[in-house]
Structures are given as structure tokens and as C-alpha cells.
């Protein structure tokens, strides 16, 4: 809770761009805060509590094919990690052969005791019950249900990186889409790879999906994502929709026709296989975070253990590229006192070495 602010969205259905958000914070602490009782601002109207409304739900019917998913005679778990995704994506797809459970669907303030992300290891639960009960494919929602997770039919986790060049394969050569595709600086090769084989244009942006949206509202992206489970697409709203994105990531790999294990398989066979991780390394004091990247930025090491350093990337802390395109990169938290080391590589053996270089380098000249 010692992190917890607010966000603010904008008309457009997205969060607000750092132009908009930087005016809020100039004006931070220069004015007193106003305290007035729910009650008294419910009755002066300054306050409404609004309804989930059904036009959500019937948005979603709109832009994705839900009678066609109701139609597979095959079985989805959902797990909302006891967030605001609740039952949503197991109600939109009640009624036909498809059956889907949720699992962590009520509400539980404590979250379970978990970190409310949809990935690993909090996703362990959801791949062990795939597996349990054969299911084609699990899905995730986190807290507040605008990032998604997923596990495939091996009850292997889907990163990110897969999913998003899954969603790019399939508003491509399925829905016939065109448009530029954006990747925060923590982002795949592969989808860069996919990009660039379709001549698409392919934006590299800082960390965090506000940067992602900003984009969106410019320019014309078939879609976008971040490390962190966010995506977003041309076809609905500038802005990361878990539940959208559940139903979104089903149907399109239902459109070619395999389990989603041979699917990405197929992906990176294609464009290349890529293993990803990231550590996150706690700070006592912010400063040590910027002091590390300081002295990075000032003096990016040439090699990294035996490979040479062949591009250095300063978009978002200091991202170091090698030959190969395996990459190592640091940058600091925007909401807590920590050093981020992340690492993308050609084998899951060179990932762990270069997250093992990246870890020492920050925790020899942490000080």
C-alpha cells in the first residue's frame, strides 16, 4: 500500500500520456487538499456510482466472434485472481459447447495472499490445473483486470512476448489487418521479427502502456504491448483490456487451428526461438538505482562475459544488444525502490548467464 496512487483516464478510454500527467504533478502540493465526507458528496452530487454497464459486455460481442468460441467443444480455465475480472469472461461464454471454469473468481481484498500478476509463479495454480484436467488453454486476469496472463495446453506459461506476436500473426494473416506495431524497450525479437517481415512499421517505446497508448492515439497501430502483460489492439479501445484480451487471445489462437504449444512452436521456428526473464533487485534508497544506471549510461560495458556488446539502447535505462540480437537490460522501477535487470536470449542458457552478469554488475556497485 506504500505505493499505491491513482490513475487517470482520459475520454478516449485510455490512460492519460505523460504531456497530460506531468501538468498534474506540477500543480502537486500546491493547493491544499479538500476532505469532504462521501456522504456530503454524494448529496451535493459531486460524487456517482455508476453500474457496470451491459454495453461492455455487449462491445466485446461485437468485436470479438464469441458465438464461434461457444461453438469448440473444448475446455478453458480462467483464473481472475480474485480481481475485478470475477466471472466476466466464463459469464460472456456460458451457453454452448465450450466449457469454462474460473478459478479465484471472488472477491478477496487480500488477493489470496498473492501479488495479483498474471504470471509466474503466481500463475502455478492455473498450469497445474490445465494439466490436471487437459484443458486447451488457461487465461488470467490480474487485480484490477487490464493485464492478461495465459498458459498453454502443456501447462507451460505464456509470456507476453509470445502472446503478443500470436495477436500480431493473427491481425495479420487472419483478419488481414495492417498497421504499425509497438513494443515497449522490454519486448520481444520476435516481435520485431514478425514486423519486419510483414513491412510493418515497429515503434519502440519506453516501459509502461501509457507509451503505448500515446501511439495509438497518433498514429494507426494494429496493436501494442509491454513486458508486464499489458496489449492493446486497433480494434478496441487505446488501452490494456484484460477481459477483452482473454476472449481476444482465444479466438485467435482458435484461428489456426492448433493447441496453443504447437502454435508457438510453429512461431518460433519461424522467427526464431527466444527465452526471456527478469529480476527485479530491491534498493534501500532510490538513489542506488539511478547511481548504477549513471554509471552504466556513462560507461556501458563492451562485452558481456564472453559476447561482445554490439548496440547500446538508452530509450529507457540502458539496454546493451548483442550480435545474435540477445539482449540484457537495466532500468529502475517507476514505482518502487528497485533495479530491474531483464534478459532475452537465443537459449535459456545464455538468458540465465546474462541475467547472472546483470545481477552481480548491480549488486558489486550498489553502494
Known amino acids: 500500500p506504500q505505493f499505491a496512487g491513482f490513475r487517470i483516464k482520459l475520454p478516449f478510454g485510455c490512460s492519460a500520456p505523460p504531456s497530460y500527467t506531468n501538468q498534474v504533478e506540477a ?25 457496470i454497464s451491459a454495453a461492455y459486455v455487449e462491445r466485446l460481442k461485437e468485436v470479438v466472434n464469441i458465438g464461434h468460441l461457444k461453438d ?11 480481481g475485478t475480472g470475477g466471472f466476466y469472461v466464463e ?16 472477491r478477496d481484498v487480500y488477493f489470496g495472499g498473492l501479488h495479483p500478476e498474471p504470471m509466474m509463479p503466481q500463475l502455478q495454480p492455473l498450469c497445474d490445473e490445465v494439466v490436471s484436467r487437459g484443458a486447451f488453454l488457461g487465461l488470467s486476469t490480474d487485480g484490477d483486470a487490464d493485464r492478461v496472463g495465459a498458459v498453454d495446453d502443456l501447462g507451460r506459461y505464456i509470456n507476453t512476448h509470445k502472446m503478443l506476436a500470436i495477436l500480431t500473426l493473427y491481425l495479420v494473416r487472419k483478419r488481414g489487418l495492417t498497421g504499425g506495431v509497438v513494443r515497449t524497450i522490454s519486448q520481444s525479437v520476435m516481435v ?74 510453429d512461431i518460433q521456428a519461424e522467427f526464431g526461438a527466444f527465452e526471456y526473464e527478469r529480476i527485479d533487485v530491491k534498493v534501500d534508497r ?13 560507461s556501458p560495458p563492451k562485452e558481456l562475459g564472453p559476447y561482445p556488446v554490439t548496440e547500446v539502447k538508452l530509450l529507457d535505462g540502458v539496454k546493451m544488444i548483442l550480435e545474435d540480437e540477445s539482449w540484457l537490460l537495466f532500468r529502475g522501477s517507476g514505482t518502487e525502490p528497485m533495479l530491474r535487470v531483464y534478459s532475452e536470449a537465443t537459449s535459456r542458457e545464455k538468458m540465465e548467464e546474462l541475467l547472472s552478469i546483470g545481477d552481480k554488475f548491480v549488486k558489486d556497485n550498489l553502494s
Do not use: W
Not at 72 to 82: A, C, H, I, T
Not at 91 to 106: A, E
Not at 286 to 298: F, R, V
Open 192 to 265: 520485431k521479427r514478425i514486423a519486419e517481415s510483414y513491412g510493418l512499421p515497429l515503434y519502440e517505446v519506453p516501459v509502461g502502456f501509457k507509451h503505448v497508448a500515446e501511439l495509438m492515439l497518433k498514429e494507426d497501430i494494429l496493436c501494442g504491448g509491454e513486458e508486464s502483460n499489458g496489449l492493446g489492439c486497433k480494434l478496441h479501445i487505446p488501452e490494456r483490456d484484460g477481459i477483452f484480451n482473454c476472449l481476444f487471445f482465444l479466438e485467435a489462437v482458435l484461428a489456426f487451428g492448433k493447441k496453443p504449444s504447437e502454435l508457438i512452436a
Open 286 to 298: 532510490i538513489e542506488q538505482a539511478h547511481n548504477i544506471l549513471a554509471l552504466l549510461k556513462k
Open 91 to 106: 459469464n460472456i461464454l456460458h451457453g454452448g459447447n465450450l466449457k469454462v471454469s474460473t478459478m479465484h473468481g471472488h
Open 72 to 82: 469448440q467443444n473444448l475446455e478453458v480455465l480462467v483464473d481472475s485472481m480474485f
Open 27 to 51: 500543480r502537486l502540493g500546491k493547493n491544499p487538499v479538500q476532505k469532504v465526507p462521501l456522504k456530503t458528496a454524494l448529496a451535493d452530487g459531486r460524487v456517482e456510482y455508476v453500474p
